[in-house]
Nanobody
Framework: QVQLVESGGGLVQPGGSLRLSCAAS????????MAWYRQVPEKERERVAF???????SYAPSVKGRFTISRDNTKNAVYLQMNSLKAEDTAVYYC???????WGQGTQVIVSS
């Protein structure tokens, strides 16, 4: 079973930046499609971005141009660089191994002045 641990969340002002990290345990990370999701209370979890094994990426329209997903297969890690943050980006952010269905515990991001 793959275990995922997110970190890097916090409180940031509008227009600011944060970098989220997700550390994965287990083998075959380099072959996994990895994603970041976010969720706010009473709403469905929303996929923000995903990255394939070779680095191909896809983004939700709401974050395209502001967020960048990347991975380091030597460290079994995936990252989410978030720039120009807005209040509506406030959510709990989750790391997901799309193939294996594994989820992390989430990290809270609050964008507020």
């Amino acid at each position: 079973q793959v275990q995922l641990v997110e970190s890097g969340g916090g409180l940031v002002q509008p227009g600011g930046s944060l970098r989220l990290s997700c550390a994965a345990s287990g083998s075959d990370f380099s072959t996994s499609i990895m994603a970041w999701y976010r969720q706010v209370p009473e709403k469905e979890r929303e996929r923000v971005a995903f990255i394939g094994p070779s680095g191909g990426t896809s983004y939700a329209p709401s974050v395209k141009g502001r967020f960048t997903i990347s991975r380091d297969n030597t460290k079994n890690a995936v990252y989410l660089q978030m720039n120009s943050l807005k209040a509506e980006d406030t959510a709990v952010y989750y790391c997901n191994d799309m193939g294996r269905g594994s989820w992390g515990q989430g990290t809270q991001v609050i964008v507020s002045s």
